[in-house]
């Protein structure tokens, strides 16, 4: 059973508008999450991460929210950019088990100019 | 720069072959990851090392092994390559301390047939 999901496999956004990614977990030990980025033939990258002492967390026009009432975040990409068409990972990892993080399935992400 | 390489960008192995995955950063870092990557399923974590000699099993070790003689370099070893081990295998490194991201080489598309 997936402990972190994400439910849109794929998002097409117009170029310019607001691009919403969800994620949501089941472990409530989970206590820092992560969003990375992929291009095709590229491996992962590191986008913004949050604690769970947070509920939001920003970083120029990326921003992430934590529900941990809901056990759900969200990426916000504000303005989006033909830049931005790539798979996006939620990750999630807690100080117990502080070397497996767990990785979504991911959202591809269509900016469409 | 940071930077993660993998030996190979794609290979084609054939049932039961011993397979070799080699992963060489250099970052000085103390932790080493092998993931494989599915549609649907995200990153697995298949081994991880946090020293030079050490490893860990992650989630999915069955028909795998590693190796790290050298800290620079982490070997994903494929003992007797099955058609369900046709993957894409990411390696990744990550720092000693609190800090959760970590840094990803390119892949390797690895075809059993």
């Known amino acids: 059973d997936q402990q972190v999901k994400q439910n849109s496999p794929s998002l097409s956004v117009q170029e310019g508008r607001i691009s919403i990614l969800n994620c949501d977990y089941t472990?409530?030990?989970?206590?820092?999450f992560l969003w990375y980025k992929k291009y095709p033939a590229e491996g992962p990258t590191f986008l913004i991460s949050?604690?769970?002492?947070?509920d939001k967390n920003e970083d120029g026009r990326f921003t992430v929210f934590l529900n941990k009432s809901a056990k759900h975040l969200s990426l916000h990409i504000v303005p989006s950019q033909p830049g931005d068409s790539a798979v996006y990972f939620c990750?999630?990892?807690?100080?117990?088990?502080?070397?497996?993080?767990?990785f979504g399935p991911g959202t591809s992400l269509s900016v469409i100019p | 720069d940071v930077k993660v390489t993998q030996s190979s960008r794609y290979l084609v192995k054939r049932t039961g072959e011993k397979v070799f995955l080699e992963c060489v950063q250099d970052?000085?870092?103390?932790?080493m990851f092998w993931y494989r990557q599915d549609p649907g399923l995200g990153l697995r974590l298949i081994y991880f090392?946090?020293?030079?000699?050490?490893?860990e099993k992650g989630d999915i070790p069955e028909g795998y092994s590693v190796s790290r003689e050298k800290k620079e370099r982490f070997s994903l070893i494929l003992e007797s390559a099955s058609t369900n081990q046709t993957s894409m295998y990411l390696c990744?490194?990550?720092?000693?301390?609190?800090?959760?991201?970590?840094?990803f080489g390119p892949g390797t598309r690895l075809t059993v047939t």
């Open positions: 949050i604690s769970s002492i947070k």
């Open positions: 990744a490194s990550r720092p000693r301390g609190l800090s959760y991201e970590q840094y």
């Open positions: 090392s946090y020293d030079v000699k050490m490893k």
């Open positions: 970052m000085d870092h103390e932790n």
């Open positions: 990750a999630a990892s807690d100080q117990t088990s502080y070397d497996k993080v767990i």
């Open positions: 472990n409530s030990m989970f206590d820092y």
